[in-house]
């Protein structure tokens, strides 16, 4: 099976095309975790199959290392839109890449006749508890206190039809994310699980943020997380609405059009090697 391995701030996936790589899809989270393994396989943070489609310009169905389906995923995205046009898929700066049957609009930015970054528009974001979904007592879950291990976290709930949980912190640095990150991944509180992130605002323009992903673990980066981080800032009163959030493999740069409720993220996207697997 031929592959291209990619990646967006350091959050690397293994990309298939699927209109020339036949896979059941029972097989698929066996072949996902195979593939992923660090040791055993061709290492990655999971697996992004690109399909033909008759809803937009092509489907991405991204799959966690654990074998487990994403519904959106936003350095896998860019990575999307750099791929169809390096390989000549399309020749279109301007495309649409549905996944988990939402829609999301990309602009390609070429540099020397290849993509060097992507700006895509994620929609809006999606605060009401029963969607994202989280278990709460109110319709949203907007600075509420979780206790995880005994300690109390402040936490601002967002999904980017994905769920996030966003934790403010005075310090991300020395966080125990091996110990804590699978509790709040797996807390009782969100029946999918959740993607995690620490977050600690430098100033109205500037965070700086960890990611215990759903699926994966602590990752380099997060681009739907990204995203969240950046609304819980701007509904919490942290940020203004374009913020450059600061992750262990790079920056975003995210900006919310409250006018429109869309938010924007843009950053880079990196082929590193193509290869085939046996
Ligand atoms: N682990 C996520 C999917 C990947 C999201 C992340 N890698 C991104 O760039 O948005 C989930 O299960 O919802």
Redesign the pocket.
């Known amino acids: 099976m031929k592959f291209t391995k990619m990646h967006?701030c350091g959050?690397d996936y293994i990309y298939v095309n699927g209109d020339k790589e036949k896979i059941l899809d029972e097989k698929k989270p066996e072949i996902v975790r195979r593939l992923s393994d660090r040791h055993f396989g061709i290492g990655g943070?999971g697996v992004i199959f690109i399909n033909p489609s008759r809803e937009a310009d092509f489907e991405m169905e991204?799959y966690?290392m654990d074998g487990?389906r994403?519904?959106?995923?936003?350095?896998?995205i860019r990575c999307v839109g750099k791929y169809v046009y390096d390989k000549g898929l399309t020749n279109k700066t301007e495309i649409s890449v549905v996944s988990c049957g939402k829609t999301k609009y990309l602009t390609l930015f070429p540099e020397n006749g290849l993509i060097g970054s992507v700006r895509v528009n994620m929609g809006s974001p999606i605060l009401k508890a029963s969607e994202i979904p989280v278990i709460a007592d109110g319709e949203e879950v907007i600075g509420e206190r979780i206790e995880v291990d005994e300690k109390i976290y402040q936490m601002t709930c967002v999904s980017m039809g994905?769920?996030h949980a966003v934790i403010f912190m005075d310090e991300v640095s020395q966080l125990p994310l091996e110990k804590i990150g699978p509790l709040f991944e797996n807390h009782v509180r969100f029946p999918n699980r959740t993607?995690t992130e620490f977050v600690k605002v430098l100033d109205r323009e500037n965070v700086q943020m960890r990611v215990w992903?759903?699926?994966?673990g602590e990752?380099l980066?997060?681009?739907?997380?990204a995203c969240a981080v950046s609304v819980a800032c701007i509904l919490n009163g942290l940020t203004k609405e374009q913020v450059a959030v600061k992750l262990l493999g790079g920056t975003l740069q995210i900006q919310w059009d409250r006018k429109e409720n869309l938010i924007y993220m843009t950053g880079p996207a990196v082929t590193v090697f193509e290869g085939e697997i046996f």
């Open positions: 967006g959050n943070d991204m966690n487990s994403a519904e959106m995923c936003g350095n896998g994905n769920p993607n992903e759903r699926g994966t990752t980066a997060c681009g739907t997380g």
